[in-house]
């Protein structure tokens, strides 16, 4: 990685664990998988059912919070603050400012995932008393959620590289949401006819697949994840965000730091 | 080499609702600073200055018109290793302390990692900060932040400093350690482009100034000849406790100050006067040119148009040039 690039991610990852908002966020999941834990008790056969949907879907939600509420303000509060001023005045491109606060607020989030995996999985542990082999699509599921937030930076960024961080929060959220219906708009898609099919196929094939990306419910059953779909997984959102990010690159270049 | 060359840079914004209308923030801008100068960029607020500052920074992008600085394109990356810049009011990552913000911003501007923490030490001791270096930038007042804002101009060593407003908010002795700090440049033989709209401080530190208004350059010039021009007119100081009449029929105006007399009167009138002052045994303690201040230079340069014509015009007639 260009060296100027990794100075601005390790700023934007220290500027993000330094913010007291990220820790209440984390202790709100961590709670909801302690919490899931006391639904599991009394849902008698289905514990670890609960406690997979629950702490999974925790950690899904809470990072998306974190990923957007962060995300819209990477480049607008620069812009605002002016601290972009004494940035860019230095040996320092546009498109490697962009790229590092990519990195920063993604290295952040994987930190973060890290840690309230370790809560669903001690909560798993707790019910379960040990932990099984169908265990390990939990992992995938968490990977997948890490690929989500990858989308979802990207797109906060790219959002806030011409948007205020209100309207960018609000694009990037209205996307997720979308985009977690995906699979469903690609089936209404199929069944329109005429030029409403057309504009149906291209908004379901134009918005992030998320709901491909979110397992949670085959591995709280135990269901295997196919290889393939790890596969197409990582390439579609590696290519997605690089395409988000691409997006965003291309209109800071241009834009007028007034 | 020319420091900055300037050759019509212009830029406007897209205003109003339908962002159509067209406002200038710039006029074609034509200027060359020379290298070891200290230039000072004067103007009352919302002149222009930050907007021309903004574009050599390539932090706006201009409607029209180029610039070089130190013979290189401005897109030219090399550029940015050879200037240090201060933006007006600063605002830093408050997350940091100043010795975590130098040295992130060391890193930025490629000083070698070997050193890097003692120049960072070195540019704290610099602007006093080396006490408070450990703390939060959140904590720190203005005047500490616009030290941590000089100190980050400076910290690579850059050849040409350009700094905007760096008086603004400071208190009478940062003022004075800022004036300093542009004096050592200066003796450093770097070249320093400052906007300000305190003249006192221009006057003293700066060899040329520009005078800018409403987007347009009124006028450039050196101090040294601007606060040099005679107007015409000569200052007589004397012991006395009133105004001799005689003096006062050849048009001095006059004003008792103590035991002293001080007049002012056309210059041609001089000998008539000193003969006044020898017949009255009066005794002189001075003789002096009138000579016009930078406020005036700066007030006529930014009145409104029409009257500055009327004065161009007089300064001409008297010059005994056309305008």
Known sequence: ?258 | MAAIEILDLEKSYLVGFWRKKLKPALRPLRLTIEEGEVFGFLGPNGAGKTTTLKLLMGLVFPTAGTARILGMDLDNPRVKSEIGFLPEQPYFYDHLSARELLNYYAQLSGVPAKGRSARVEQMLARVGLSDSAGMQLRKFSKGMLQRVGLAQAILHDPKLVFLDEPMSGLDPMGRREVRDLIQQLRHEGKTVFFSTHILSDAEALCDRVGIIHQGELRGVGAVADLTSQTQGKIEIIFYAQKVPADLTSLGAEARVSGDMVNAVLPEERQDAALEVLRRERLKLISLTPVRSSLEEYYIQKTRPTEDRKEANQKEANRKGVGV
Not at chain 1, 59 to 72: D, Y
């Open chain 1, 1 to 258: 990685m260009n060296s100027r690039v990794g100075y601005i991610a390790f700023n934007t990852f220290r500027e993000a664990v330094r913010d007291r908002v990220l820790y209440n966020l984390i202790a709100f999941a961590l709670l909801l998988s302690g919490a899931a834990i006391l639904v599991g008790e009394i849902s008698i056969d289905i514990e670890r059912l609960v406690v997979v949907n629950l702490g999974l879907t925790a950690v899904s939600l809470f990072g998306v919070v974190i990923a957007i509420f962060i995300g819209i303000g990477l480049v607008s509060k620069e812009i605002d603050k002016r601290t972009l001023y004494t940035v860019l005045s230095r040996p320092v491109r546009r498109w490697e400012f962009v790229v590092g606060k990519f990195f920063g607020l993604t290295g952040t989030l994987v930190v973060n995932t890290f840690l309230m995996a370790i809560g669903v999985l001690l909560a798993l542990l707790y019910v379960a008393h040990k932990f099984e082999k169908m265990d390990v699509w939990v992992l995938v599921a968490l990977y997948f959620i890490v690929l989500q937030f990858l989308i979802v930076c990207a797109l906060a960024l790219f959002f806030s590289s011409f948007s205020t961080p209100l309207m960018s929060a609000v694009f990037t959220f209205a996307l997720f949401v979308i985009g977690s219906l995906a699979e469903d708009l690609r089936g209404f898609a199929r069944i329109t006819a005429g030029v409403g099919g057309w504009i149906a196929t291209a908004i379901a094939y134009l918005v992030p697949n998320f709901s491909a990306l979110n397992v949670i419910s085959q591995v709280a059953h135990g269901d295997a994840i196919p290889g393939r779909l790890i596969l197409y997984n990582s390439a579609y959102a590696l290519l997605y965000a690089a395409m988000a990010i691409s997006g965003a690159v291309l209109i800071f270049q241009r834009r007028n730091l007034k």
